[in-house]
Structure formats: structure tokens, C-alpha cells
């Protein structure tokens, strides 16, 4: 059985004798299923790059259960301590200077390494456990909708799936924030996610630069954004707003293999084709629970065979909508 529940301290065990002998094994972390590893452990770090079949140049983010063990694999920069206080354990990833013992394999050969502390309690106690740093990627293939379910992880890998601790669905739905304080006189946001720009500015109080998604997917500074990420195998097509996304859809005149998502349920007279499969991403239209059912919906969809295209809404543009929205242009990108 791939899917071990999480609830079973038989289970927990067992995971942790894995991650120890250099396995890797699927884990539930307040964000997504991450897929993870000894992070010091160069047999491990290679097996989520083969299972994943993620380019070399594209590096992991270490996990660690407190910030004195960040100074394990970074040097710490005095303005992470306030961010620290406010964030972590949480969905915040930040980029430092990295120290010798981590593998170059980790860090695809960079000077800088992303860590962060995770908050989801199985995640901790398996990272107390094994009292090893451990690098989680988000457990899908390269490229495809980022898991918030075990049963995601297992649909998407497949035979090559490794055991997956269910700690059921994930909280917030959509990856970490990250943000680079290599340069800690300029620090700078290289992805949007759960904890928008206003909350890491405020606590930091300076004004930050936002770099997400790179011209150049080779870029050194954001390895990793490349503009085309998190896709269904089926196109999408985002819509800015409700009158272009009808207009558009209409055009088709034909509805029968059409999936369409929208942001918040619509009004009773709200007039959309009834041969579409139409779904929405939050009932009364809270961002928060938009993201927590967006990889759900597109997951979803991308597995009705019928299916031939997906029209999604753009959601507000604020707060964590920024990430849906970053994470739904990236999805477009590739149709
Ligand atoms: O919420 C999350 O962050 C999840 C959970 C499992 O922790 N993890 C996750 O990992 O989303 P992944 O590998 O799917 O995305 C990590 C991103 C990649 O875009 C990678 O290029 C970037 O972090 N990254 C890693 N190390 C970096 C570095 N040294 N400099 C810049 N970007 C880096
Ligand atoms: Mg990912």
C-alpha cells in the first residue's frame, strides 16, 4: 500500500527508518505534498531528481524544524530573526548563503540554498525524528499540478510513486512564498504564495523588490520561475475578467468538451452553457479557500477525458490571489 495514514505512529516510524536508509517518501506540509529526503544524503537528493524527472538546474528547498537548525546548512543574515518571529513555522521559504556540507546537488550548484520551517505536525515530528535536514520539492512530475491530497501524489506518480503519509488535505493549497535575502540590503520575493508582499514589507519594514516569473528560464537569480509551470494536460486559458471569459466562450458556439472555473459561485441567473463542466473555486468568494481547492479543481478536470479545453476567471488580484493568479498564468503558458 503507496498511502500510509498518518494517524498510525507504526507509520511514522516506519517513514522515518526510510528517510534514514536514504529513501525518499511523500509528506504532507501545511502548503502541498512535498517529496523528501535526507538533504545531506547525495543517494536521496538524486532520487527525488529521478522520481520528479526535474532538470539539474532547478534546486530543492531544505526543510528544517527550527531556526537554530538553519544554521546547519546557511549562514543566517541578522534580519531573518524578525521574519523568523513572524512566519516559521509557515509558509515562508527564504534564500541564503549556503554552507559546504550540503550537497551542490541540492542547490543545482548554486552559493545560495532556500530553506524553511514547515508547520504541518506530521512534517516536524518526522523532521525531529530523523534529526536530518531534508530537502521536498513538491511531490508531482516536473512541470504538473502541484498534490494538496495523497491520493494526488499517487494519481500523478504513478508505479514510480514512493509511500506517501497521508495527513489529509493540505491548508493553504499553494506553495510557499519565497524570498531571497541574499542580498539583504535588497531583499526580494522570487515567487508569490500564501504571505503576500504587504506582510513580509511590513515586518521587515523596507520596501521590496517582487521578481517572479523570469524572461530567462536560466536566470541565476530565479532558477526554477520558468514561465511555463503547474499545467493540466488539458489547455487553459485564463481570463482576465467575466465579459471576456463569456465572449470567448461563446465564440465556440459548442460547450460539450468545455471545463469552465470560476472564481466564486454564480448568481442563480447568471446564464453559462449547461453542457460545460462548470466548477468554482470558492462558494462566497474567499481567497483563502480559492486556493486550498485550486490544484483540487485543475486536478479534477485534467482528469475528464471529455474535456478539451479549461476557461478560468483570474482571481482579484490581492493578497493570496496574487499567487493563484501567478500559478494560473504559468499553467496557461504552456497550452
Ligand atoms: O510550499 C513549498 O514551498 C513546497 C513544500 C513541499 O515545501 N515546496 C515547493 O518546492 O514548492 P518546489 O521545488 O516545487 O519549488 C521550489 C522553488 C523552485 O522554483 C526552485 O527553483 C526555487 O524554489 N529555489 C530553490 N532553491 C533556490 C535558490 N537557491 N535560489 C532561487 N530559487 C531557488
Ligand atoms: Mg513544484
Redesign the pocket.
Known sequence: MKILSGDNPENLKKVVELLRCGNVVALP?E??Y?LAGDALCPKAVGLIFEIKKRPAN????V?VPSFEEIERVAYVPSLLTKLAEAFWPG?L?V?LRKKACVPDLV?SG?P???V?I?AHPLFRKILKSVNRPLA???ANPFGYV?PTRAEHVVSSFGETCPCVLDGGPTDYGI??T?L?LVTPSDPMV??PGPLSTEDLSGILDCPLTVRTVSADPNSPV????FPSHYSPQTPLQLHEDLESMHREINRKGSFENTGIILFKKPPCNERWPTEAKLLWLSEHGNLGEAASRLYRILRMLDTDPSLEVIHCEASPDTGIGIAINDRLRRAATAS
Open positions: 506540509t502548503t502541498v512535498g532547478d534546486p530543492l528547498i526543510h509558509p521559504t534564500i542547490t548554486l545560495s540554498i532556500a524553511r514547515p521536498a520539492p513538491s502541484s506553495e510557499s519565497i531571497s522570487l515567487r530565479t532558477p526554477g520561475s
